[in-house]
Antibody
Framework: QVQLVESGGGVVQPGGSLRLSCAASGFTFKNYGMHWVRQAPGKGLEWVAFIRYDGSNKSYADSVKGRFSISRDNSKNSLYLQMNSLRVVDTAVYHC???????????WGQGTLVTVSS | QSALTQPASVSGSPGQSITISCTGTSSDVGGYNFVSWYQHHPGKAPKVMIYDVSKRPSGVSNRFSGSKSGNTASLTISGLQAEDEADYYCISYTSSITWVFGGGTKLTVL
């Protein structure tokens, strides 16, 4: 079945960097766009970034633009999120999600926790 | 990229119907038929309940329905059941080629 598994979360100091990964299986990864979505503790879901199926187009939320970079390796069925200049407010569970149809998210991974703290 | 507006909470008794609204602008909800709704139980992966405003994925109960009027989309759950208790989020595609979520609505089944 279609499965997405995130990894790479952890504790990092403000100003630090972290790279998240999302391993995809059960579908032809290279044919689908992918998203990152996050949820800070006690807060709602926030869309973070999108990458087209072939990596040719990317978009970001204003809150992470210039600091985060989304990428993919279709040969490894993997999605990445490089997070630089991390701030305390970036503390959240980060989910990857596959684009379904034209514009919806299904399925989602369980998420990986990123904690930015000194 | 302002968040779409949802009520913070709604509640209903088993068997009743409830509606959750999701208000945006002509640059997002009103401009595209790309609103989807997600059910989120804490600690689990969110699950799509409605996509493209009013379409229901295979496997989702027909008690869930979606609609849109102008800049406001709505999710209606009829015949409320205890297992419907969860957080619900709307999300819309935007004219900036980005996506924006609603703030989320906590549904309590009394």
């Amino acid at each position: 079945q279609v499965q997405l598994v995130e990894s790479g979360g952890g504790v990092v100091q403000p100003g630090g960097s972290l790279r998240l990964s999302c391993a995809a299986s059960g579908f032809t990864f290279k044919n689908y766009g992918m998203h990152w979505v996050r949820q800070a503790p006690g807060k709602g879901l926030e869309w973070v970034a999108f990458i087209r199926y072939d990596g040719s187009n990317k978009s970001y939320a204003d809150s992470v633009k210039g600091r985060f970079s989304i990428s993919r390796d279709n040969s490894k069925n993997s999605l990445y999120l490089q997070m630089n200049s991390l701030r305390v407010v970036d503390t959240a569970v980060y989910h990857c999600a596959k684009v379904s149809g034209l514009n919806w998210f299904d399925p989602w991974g369980q998420g990986t926790l990123v904690t930015v703290s000194s | 990229q302002s968040a779409l507006t949802q009520p913070a909470s709604v509640s209903g008794s088993p068997g009743q119907s409830i509606t959750i609204s999701c208000t945006g602008t002509s640059s997002d909800v009103g401009g595209y038929n790309f609103v989807s709704w997600y059910q989120h139980h804490p600690g689990k992966a969110p699950k799509v309940m409605i996509y493209d405003v009013s379409k229901r994925p295979s496997g989702v109960s027909n008690r869930f329905s979606g609609s849109k009027s102008g800049n406001t989309a709505s999710l209606t759950i009829s015949g409320l059941q205890a297992e419907d208790e969860a957080d619900y989020y709307c999300i819309s595609y935007t004219s900036s080629i980005t996506w924006v979520f609603g703030g989320g609505t906590k549904l309590t089944v009394l």
